[in-house]
């Protein structure tokens, strides 16, 4: 008996499969944050050195607030080192990037910087106000803040090189005044 | 040095695992026992270093061995020893490498077991299970690499996730894997059988224990699954039609369906084809199952992390489906029945319906977890698909697998006569249609409570009927009651022990019917002192304490139950703060019982301790779910045991 269709039966399997690759492009988590568009909430905090760090003071700069924690492995791990050098490139150009170490211990929090050598600002959040305020569901998490002080950009999980640069230069691009 | 001595031992591990699997195929299609030999070495070899791979990782674990990423991410210098053991499996990486160590295990029985009695189909059976084994190692080494270094050393870890700081979690992911990873066996050798064309009936009654085997974990560890979900999420609940828990759900029905079809093929040559794409369609499952977990495509409370390992399960999800179909079309025509059905009103019709009606449960199981993906492809639009779908599409095909269970070991094979019919069926159908009439008249529950339940109960007595008759015949021989009922379950094991497992879901049936239609609840606020009452209970605020543990801070609320059978029964419902979560994780208090489960959630509470919010639940007949667990364990242990038909 000759059946050349019964080789269509593999055939059936592929739609589903199809099917299920397809879901490699979508991130169920990807909940758009309700904050983007919005002014950013103000906090006034005081960084590990015992510096004052301000949001309203930073007004007309462009600001990259990192919600961090030295528990936070391996996402806080691999930005950490993005996050400075970015710092390193743009600070001249009017960016300003802020640390804030959420639900920490303060000495766990000393040894993440001094292992990283990050030399922007950093303060813990104490009583964790800002990340609630923030909405912060987990970390890492950053905020790029517009020169207005808007929130434009959230980015949830480790920022990465290309996604630094082109929120940054987006809202560099966009200049100051400049409301959308 | 434990990350590179891990990566060593599971890189030879790989290699090792590679080249038993491509020998054994050599020496398969050429007949060569020396090569298959060789290919059983590489076996034991894998093991063995599994083993290490796995005690290695346990060690670290409990030397707080930080420079190991995976170790540093789930625990810290606070978590307790015991959890310390089962975070090893707490997390994607630890997870694989259970999974395989499980395989491997079962890879070693089968060289003990089959090395001798499964002739041609062995060294294809050997080179299959090696082949997956190697899958399963190459995702430990690329995809999700347990022994990453962490560099720098931090100086404590992030901790477990606190909701697996429960025993459930030593057994549940260890019952479920030896449920998944069983299934490996009759996959194999049925691509053993289609390989070497010896499609008969031998590659079947030889996986038939195998299969019961891992059917039972399977089951256990949905069951256990289900108490985690009751006692630690404090919902309530033990079954949400989540994802993932469809995930284990669906290999469990499509087993379940072949547990009975294989009864059909040995008795009556039919559905050849069927079983092998039955066991081809399980094993397919359970790697879906693991993908789902694990890829990240859909969202759901179990969800492991993503990453590229979805690709890795996905590609190796389609080799195994397209190349088990192709085999099926290259062996099509030797797989056609031999038997033929002889009339609708007979055993295996009621098999095949049995079968039908589990596989379209599959169907609707596995349409409603990928119609989300379904329909953000087709129409961009996010949907999510909930319990109400799966209850109205699954309730109807539950009921009248019940039904079946009742009818199917009882209705003659070929035939049944409308004698037969009667002797067997009489009593249980006034049994049940009495009960049912009483349920309505006592005013039990809606029509389909009743019916549920009369349904349960004429099931029940068609499985007392058989038994009477049998234990009537043995002491019309001169044996007395007692005897003969045990010498029946014994010598008979294998038909018996389906009895009981068949009774255990009837337990589990009723439990789940009775907690869906009676439990209450109620949430209120009590000022020290203060008392609520639901169903009948009074229970009183005591107060509240706070508490620092080694790796978080608790808030106990104290309460206590002042009347009925529960009187004097102190609950102490609480909260966990982890320096590392962002809201507290609830720990749920409870007093289990045979009806009533009395069940306290602390919600908020005021600063100075005076006051709470507390959810009252009283869960009706949710202990009976466990109870079937039980059962389930005797009846699949009376049903592997040794057949003693030909000794007596």
Known sequence: MRRPWRWLVPLAALPVLALLAYGFRLNPRDIPSPLVGRPAAPFALTSFDGAPVELAALRGKVVVVNFWASWCYPACYEEAPVLERGWQAYRDRGVVVLGIDIQDKDEAGRKFIADFGLTFPNAPDRGGRVSVDYGVYGVPETFFIDRDGHVRVKHVGAVTEPAFRDAVERLLAAGPGAVR | MIPEIGTGVLLVAL???????????????????ALVQSAQHAALGVFALLTAALLLLIYAFLTFDFSVRYVASNTNLG???????????????????????????????????????????YPWVLAVMLGVLAFFVLVMTVPAPVFTRMAPVPADGRGLNPLLEDSGMITHPVALYLG???????????????????????????????????????????????????????????????????????????????????????????LRLWNLALVVLTFSLTLFGTFLTRSGVIASVHAFTQGTIGVFFLGFLAVVVLVALALIAWRWDVLGAQGELDSVISRESAFLLNNVMLVAA???????????????????????????????VNVPLFLSLIFLMGVGPLIAWRRASLENLKRNFLGPVIVGVAAAALFR???????????????????????????????????AMGERALPALGGLLLRHNRRYGGFVVHLAVLVVAVGVTGSQTWSVHTETTLKQGEQAELAGYRIRFEGLRESQESNHGKVTGTFTVLNGKAAGTVLEPAKKFYPQEQSPIAYVDYRLGLIDDIYLVLGDFARDGTSVTVKIQVNRMVSWIWLGGVVLTLGTLLSVLPERRKAA
């Open chain 2, 15 to 33: 290699a090792l695992a590679v080249y038993g699997a491509v020998v054994a195929a050599v020496g398969g299609r050429r007949g060569r026992p």
């Open chain 2, 79 to 121: 978590t307790p020893f015991y959890y310390r053991i089962t975070a090893v499996w707490g997390a994607l990486e630890g997870s694989i490498v259970l999974w395989a160590w499980m395989l491997g295990l079962y890879t070693l029985i089968v060289v003990l077991r089959h090395r001798t009695t499964a002739r041609e189909l």
């Open chain 2, 180 to 270: 998944f990873t069983g299934f490996t066996v009759p996959f194999a050798f049925a691509i053993a059988a289609l390989v070497t064309g010896r499609v008969g009936d031998f590659w079947i009654t030889t996986t038939r224990r195998w299969t019961i085997v891992a059917w039972y974990f399977l089951s256990l560890g949905l069951l256990i699954g289900g108490w985690w979900s009751y006692h630690v999420l404090g919902w309530g609940g033990y079954w949400a039609w989540d994802p993932v828990e469809n995930a284990a759900f669906m290999p469990w029905l499509t087993a379940t369906a072949l547990l009975h079809s294989v009864m059909v093929q040995e008795r009556r040559r039919m």
């Open chain 2, 362 to 392: 599959t169907f609707t199981v596995f349409f409603g977890t990928v119609f989300p993906l379904l329909a953000e492809a087709v129409r961009g639009e996010k949907v999510s698909v909930g319990a109400p779908f799966f209850n109205q």
């Open chain 2, 441 to 475: 008249l006592l005013g039990v529950g809606s029509v389909l409570v009743a019916g549920s339940l009369a349904l349960t109960l004429f099931v029940a007595a068609c499985i007392a009927v058989d038994l009477f008759r049998a234990v009537r015949a043995r002491r």
